[in-house]
């Protein structure tokens, strides 16, 4: 649970910079957001993976 837990600490952190580059058009902000979103890819595409391998783990 704990990279979950990571995961959705990372969404509500990049929250700010999305609302600082959506509502008001800061550049600075929209490139954090755009380095976050790909932090957030990357730590999902490790949840995905522990979440299959405690899958196939359970089933033996």
Do not use: P, W
Request: aromatic share 4%; glycine share 8%; with cysteine.
């Amino acid at each position: 649970m704990n990279t979950f837990e990571k995961l959705k600490a990372m969404v509500n952190a990049a929250e700010t910079d999305a609302v600082k580059f959506y509502g008001k058009g800061n550049q600075s902000a929209g490139v954090r957001l755009r380095k976050a979103c790909m932090e957030i890819k990357n730590l999902a595409h490790g949840c995905r993976a522990e979440i299959t391998g405690l899958k196939h783990k359970a089933k033996k």
